[in-house]
């Protein structure tokens, strides 16, 4: 509760806002208050009775000079001292049932601060939150405790004593405060029993309501949907099942000029994947140029650039479908400036075909490199194309025309070290499915 200490110039301000606080109490008179009378008019009529300059006493907190018959501090709320030294001296004027049932209630022990006014609730006595106040912090008052009755002080406004029905203020001694709270107390008591009656009553009407509920919905035939029968989604099932092809990225590596581009357009071409129109054009365009031997790389390479040097640049990407797998053709890049082009494919691939060159010297240059003295293209594309994990690969033995498809020639490729090396050998390792069968793209 915020206290009202006046002092000085501002003692002219707050009598200020006791002429607001007047007509405040007008207000409550016509919000049904009729009984409580201003203590402004109590005094005016107290002045028109009697002449008699009334005896003041000074607050020792704010030092405000209140009524000889206050006793308490109008101001602070803090009891007169000669007052709580000699309580019993103070006579009860009014009966605990006189009080105003719109007076709030505080109270102090002995063991708080001295004379400082206890905190009050908004409420009346009757408000829940004055109870548990009253219970909490003041489970008994007796008549060693300092206990002070006043108006509702959350408010800020000055405390005012409880006016009787006669207009007469009640003086509150220690043994009517007492009284006061201990009829409280059995007030409280009893409307906590009747509460807690009026509780079970309702716990008693809840659960029965409950239980009725309940063999309500018992009653009710609520169509519980069936479970829907579990049905796998189509990428979980097998590639037989949900006919869905598997894709399959499919490297074509080898050496420069192996012939992989013309490989893998021969390859659509065979499976019409390219168009007559689109062959045509590319024959005419090729001859055209003086290149008719790249009629089918131009079906792979169709940057100007590659088409007019002759080699594949960056992965070309080309599509066709079998049995069982949608492939995914990776037209490599053979000539060295582009090998990080080819490792970005063959870092995609499921499987691989490796194109050996099978004309003379081109196998060798292939293996062993210019002059034999190196690791060739051949060589090291099989070995790059492992190491990315790629298990699957077939070497095909390219430009077998070229030879004039001599056995012995294939016979020395395949047994030769290095393509045993990648074939053969890799196979036991880890490699399979590899394809030996002489071929060439022009067959
Ligand atoms: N004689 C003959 N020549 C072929 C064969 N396959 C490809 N060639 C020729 O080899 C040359 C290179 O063919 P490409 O298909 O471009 O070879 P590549 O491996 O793709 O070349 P890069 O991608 O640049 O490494 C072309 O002139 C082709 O005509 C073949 O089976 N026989």
């Known amino acids: 509760m915020p206290r009202k200490v006046v002092s000085g110039p501002d003692y002219d301000d707050d009598y200020a806002d006791y002429e607001d606080y007047e007509d405040d109490y007008d207000d409550y008179d016509e919000t049904g208050y009729a009984d409580v009378k ?116 959350s408010t800020g406004k000055k405390k005012q004593p409880v006016i009787s029905d006669n207009n007469v203020p009640i003086e509150r001694t220690p043994q009517l405060i007492a009284d006061h709270f201990q009829l409280k107390e059995d007030q409280g008591s009893s409307s906590r029993a009747s509460s807690s009656a009026q509780n079970k009553g309702s716990m008693e009407t809840l659960s029965s309501d409950i239980s009725q509920l309940s063999i309500e919905r018992n009653n009710v035939n609520v169509a519980q949907p069936l479970p829907e029968e579990y049905k796998p989604e189509g990428w979980m099932l097998a590639d037989q099942e949900s006919g869905v092809l598997s894709q399959l990225n499919l490297a074509i590596v080898g050496h420069v000029d192996s012939g992989k581009s013309t490989l893998s357009g021969r390859l659509l071409h065979l499976l019409g994947k390219i168009s007559k129109r689109d062959m045509h054009k590319n ?138 090396l990648g074939c053969y050998r890799l196979l036991a390792a880890s490699f399979s499915g590899c394809f030996k069968a002489p071929h060439s793209s022009y067959m």
């Open 283 to 420: 024959e005419k365009e090729a001859k055209e140029k003086g290149k008719g031997s790249f009629a089918y790389a131009w079906a792979m390479d169709e940057s100007t650039e590659e088409r007019a040097r002759g080699v594949t640049m960056t992965v070309a990407v080309a599509y066709l479908e079998t049995k069982k797998y949608r492939v995914v053709l990776l037209d490599s890049p053979g000539h060295k400036d582009f090998v990080p082009n080819l490792i970005s494919g063959a870092t995609q691939a499921d499987a691989a075909i490796l194109v050996v060159d099978a004309s003379t010297g081109s196998f060798e240059s292939g293996m062993d490199g210019e002059g034999g003295k190196s690791v060739g293209q051949t060589k090291e594309h099989a070995q790059l194309i492992r190491s990315f994990g790629v298990e699957q690969l077939i070497v095909a033995v390219n430009k077998m025309d070229a030879i004039g498809y001599s056995k012995d020639r294939l016979e020395f490729i395949k047994v030769s070290r290095v393509v045993s």
């Open 38 to 153: 201003p203590p402004v008019k109590e005094k005016e009529s107290s002045k028109k009775s009697s002449n008699a300059v009334p005896v003041l006493w000074k607050c020792s907190m704010c030092t405000f000079d209140n009524h000889e018959t206050m006793v308490y501090c109008e101001m602070c709320g803090v009891f007169r001292e000669s007052f709580v030294k000699s309580g019993k001296d103070v006579s009860i004027k009014e009966s605990v049932n006189g009080i105003s049932n719109n007076s709030g209630t505080s109270a102090l022990s002995n063991s708080d601060s001295t004379k400082m006014p206890a905190k009050t609730s908004t409420t009346n006595f009757d408000g829940d939150s004055e109870r548990k106040y009253a219970s909490t912090s003041h489970d008994k008052v007796n008549s060693t405790q300092l206990a002070s009755i006043g108006s509702s002080s």
